[in-house]
């Protein structure tokens, strides 16, 4: 049984209230209701987060509010931005570029956006949403969602949401590069991009020097460099050919490389633990068959997994531990996967307009935002010592209820008659009546179809 909730979250008023000249003043305190709920233990599912509000707003306005309202999304995500901007004083940091799959059962076939899809983690195919988001961190405490983009297939069995609209294919790449390009667009500074290998591709790396943006990128070991030819190459005519290199092997090239570097933890004198070696590295400044540009690109193996891994930067200044310590930042993105699931169940939500799905992904994103905001606050102002875990503060807001509900029970007889009518009426659900089965043929004609 969970604990209804008795009043939203200063913090949750005051850092979603940058809405307001996008969405009337109840359209905003919906908005504010569902994510109370959603921090506060419920499912994004309509029928708990009323009861939750013990039925303040019934499911039907719950469920116009997310598919049939009056709004802009375009508009709100400009205004998140602006918000991001002004909270914070930005310069540099990290994009990061990664997708997620936003798992459906097979009876979910008409929430929008849903195809069926590859799952390279579960090794089959399943019926999903593909969701790229943009990720911001300065290799600190402050961090939060940019925007997302929609993955639409370019081809395969089209879904039952598909038969009346066209979504324009694009891939995952020129979904990143939209982003970035609306990212800068919208004032946010330069950064380092991260990504994996999915995107360590030409059309990704060229643009990204169109934007002048660095990037530290995870690179496939299939990938070939360029080496000046022994000897030059001719053509069958006897001239000189145009290419004159020849292709090898990224593996290959890093296995003449004598020199190598080990990278990990130093001794820590006052707990005692030892050195720890995580990566034997090396590194060297190549380029690449796949794409134009030189790149630094470093050879890391982990001992203890047996990995090899080969990043690459077009920054040719930087070194070894540079390069690894600004990748791991990537990790981030991957936190906000697993608390957008588990903590704000953004795979729990089965509203199927375009309207309603955007909205639920942009308000996933806007409480980590205010999450890691809350976080931030309480570093910089001396209320904690050290950064916490998003879940510590999400059950910091718990707790803070559970002591409000406490107060409410004891003062309040309106409020507990309410809580014990709607859970007692929530207890039982009665079946359908079973109809009984009659002879067509005992019916007179009475205008029925017939069957096709």
Same mark, same amino acid.
């Given at each position: 049984m969970k604990i209804p909730c008795v009043d939203r979250p200063e913090w949750l008023v005051?850092?979603?209230?940058?809405?307001? +000249?996008?969405m009337t003043a109840i359209q905003l305190n919906n908005l504010i209701l569902i994510a109370t709920a959603l921090v506060l233990g419920s499912r994004f599912n309509l029928s708990e987060i009323s009861r939750m509000w013990l039925k303040a707003k019934g499911v039907s306005t719950l469920s116009y509010f997310f598919s049939e309202i009056n709004i802009s999304i375009s508009e709100m995500q400009k205004l998140y931005a602006v918000q991001v901007m002004q909270t914070y004083s930005l310069s540099e940091g990290y994009y990061i570029i990664d997708d997620t799959m936003q798992h459906h059962s097979r009876f979910c076939r008409w929430i929008h956006g849903v195809c069926c899809l590859y799952d390279h983690v579960l090794h089959t195919n399943i019926q999903s949403k593909c969701i790229v988001f943009l990720y911001y961190s300065d290799g600190g405490?402050?961090?939060? +969602?940019?925007?997302? =983009?929609i993955y639409y297939q370019e081809a395969g069995k089209p879904m039952p949401w598909q038969q009346e609209d066209d979504h324009v294919h694009k891939?995952?790449?020129?979904?990143?590069?939209? &982003?970035?390009?609306?990212a800068l667009e919208e004032g946010f500074p330069k950064?380092?991009?991260?990504?994996?290998?999915?995107?360590?591709? $030409?059309?990704?790396?060229?643009?990204? @020097?169109?934007?002048? #943006? +660095?990037?530290?990128?995870?690179?496939k070991n299939s990938y070939k460099i360029k080496l000046p030819c022994k000897t030059p190459k001719l053509t069958p005519t006897g001239r000189l050919a145009k290419k004159q290199f020849d292709l090898r092997a990224l593996p290959d090239h890093f296995e003449s490389i004598s020199s190598s570097m080990d990278c990990g933890f130093e001794r820590d004198l006052e707990t005692g633990k030892p050195q720890k070696v995580l990566y034997h590295t090396k590194i060297a400044s190549v380029r690449f068959n796949a794409f134009p540009g030189k790149h630094r690109v470093v050879q890391s193996i982990d001992p203890a997994q047996g990995t090899t891994k080969y990043l690459i930067t077009n920054q040719l200044q930087f070194e070894t531990t540079k390069i #690894?310590?600004?990748?791991?930042? =990537?990790?981030?993105?991957? $936190?906000?996967? =697993?608390?957008?699931?588990?903590?704000?169940?953004?795979?729990?939500a089965t509203i199927r307009s375009e309207q309603g799905v955007t909205l639920a992904l942009c308000l996933v994103s806007w409480i980590?935002? #205010? #999450?890691?905001?809350?976080?931030?606050?309480?570093?910089?102002?001396?209320?904690?010592?050290?950064?916490?875990?998003?879940?510590?503060?999400? @059950?910091?807001?718990?707790?803070?209820? &559970?002591?409000?509900?406490?107060?409410?029970?004891?003062?309040?007889?309106?409020?507990?008659?309410?809580w014990v009518k709607i859970t007692k009426d929530n207890i039982n659900h009665p079946r359908k009546v079973t109809k009984e089965l009659v002879h067509f043929d005992d019916i007179q004609d009475i205008g029925l179809p017939k069957a096709a």
């Amino acid at each position: 049984m969970k604990i209804p909730c008795v009043d939203r979250p200063e913090w949750l008023v005051v850092g979603l209230s940058f809405l307001q +000249p996008a969405m009337t003043a109840i359209q905003l305190n919906n908005l504010i209701l569902i994510a109370t709920a959603l921090v506060l233990g419920s499912r994004f599912n309509l029928s708990e987060i009323s009861r939750m509000w013990l039925k303040a707003k019934g499911v039907s306005t719950l469920s116009y509010f997310f598919s049939e309202i009056n709004i802009s999304i375009s508009e709100m995500q400009k205004l998140y931005a602006v918000q991001v901007m002004q909270t914070y004083s930005l310069s540099e940091g990290y994009y990061i570029i990664d997708d997620t799959m936003q798992h459906h059962s097979r009876f979910c076939r008409w929430i929008h956006g849903v195809c069926c899809l590859y799952d390279h983690v579960l090794h089959t195919n399943i019926q999903s949403k593909c969701i790229v988001f943009l990720y911001y961190s300065d290799g600190g405490f402050i961090k939060f +969602p940019i925007t997302f =983009r929609i993955y639409y297939q370019e081809a395969g069995k089209p879904m039952p949401w598909q038969q009346e609209d066209d979504h324009v294919h694009k891939t995952k790449n020129q979904l990143a590069l939209d &982003m970035l390009q609306w990212a800068l667009e919208e004032g946010f500074p330069k950064a380092i991009v991260l990504a994996d290998s999915w995107f360590c591709v $030409e059309v990704f790396i060229k643009g990204l @020097r169109k934007f002048k #943006l +660095p990037y530290i990128l995870e690179a496939k070991n299939s990938y070939k460099i360029k080496l000046p030819c022994k000897t030059p190459k001719l053509t069958p005519t006897g001239r000189l050919a145009k290419k004159q290199f020849d292709l090898r092997a990224l593996p290959d090239h890093f296995e003449s490389i004598s020199s190598s570097m080990d990278c990990g933890f130093e001794r820590d004198l006052e707990t005692g633990k030892p050195q720890k070696v995580l990566y034997h590295t090396k590194i060297a400044s190549v380029r690449f068959n796949a794409f134009p540009g030189k790149h630094r690109v470093v050879q890391s193996i982990d001992p203890a997994q047996g990995t090899t891994k080969y990043l690459i930067t077009n920054q040719l200044q930087f070194e070894t531990t540079k390069i #690894l310590s600004a990748y791991s930042k =990537r990790w981030v993105v991957e $936190e906000f996967f =697993r608390n957008a699931k588990q903590l704000s169940d953004m795979e729990g939500a089965t509203i199927r307009s375009e309207q309603g799905v955007t909205l639920a992904l942009c308000l996933v994103s806007w409480i980590d935002f #205010l #999450l890691h905001y809350e976080n931030y606050k309480g570093t910089i102002e001396g209320s904690q010592k050290e950064s916490l875990t998003i879940p510590s503060i999400i @059950r910091q807001a718990q707790a803070e209820n &559970m002591l409000a509900f406490i107060e409410k029970i004891q003062n309040d007889e309106d409020f507990v008659k309410k809580w014990v009518k709607i859970t007692k009426d929530n207890i039982n659900h009665p079946r359908k009546v079973t109809k009984e089965l009659v002879h067509f043929d005992d019916i007179q004609d009475i205008g029925l179809p017939k069957a096709a």
